[in-house]
């Protein structure tokens, strides 16, 4: 046992760390997918694009991107979205606390 250690020894704390390695990604990953995303009722005249270029920068995704996660996260059939129709975003809600028409200090954040 002792000159398998001796002639593997590398080799074999190589593979335990490439395992840690990997379930560490797994795991934290997996964190990731659990979030919550804003849920938005579609209004007359919004489009996905107008989402996108409004919603993106919350995001590390581009406008096309962004358009695609939509489309496929929502089952939608075709890049139209029709008024009244529940639509979830891959923002965090958080992006949703304040209306950007308001001004609110930093003393009134919770």
Request: hydrophobic share 45%; net charge negative; charged share 20%.
């Amino acid at each position: 046992m002792t000159a398998l250690w001796r002639k593997y020894s590398f080799v074999i704390l190589f593979v335990v760390t490439a395992l840690f390695f990997s379930l560490f990604l797994v795991f934290t990953n997996t964190a990731n997918s659990d979030a919550t995303y804003a849920a938005i009722t579609v209004k007359n005249g919004d489009t996905l694009w107008a989402y996108a270029e409004e919603y993106a920068s919350h995001t590390s995704m581009t406008p096309e991107k962004f358009i695609e996660w939509v489309t496929e996260h929502n089952e939608l059939s075709s890049h139209v979205i029709v008024a009244g129709e529940q639509l979830e975003l891959p923002v965090p809600e958080e992006a949703f606390d304040f209306s950007e028409d308001a001004i609110h200090l930093a003393s009134e954040q919770k």
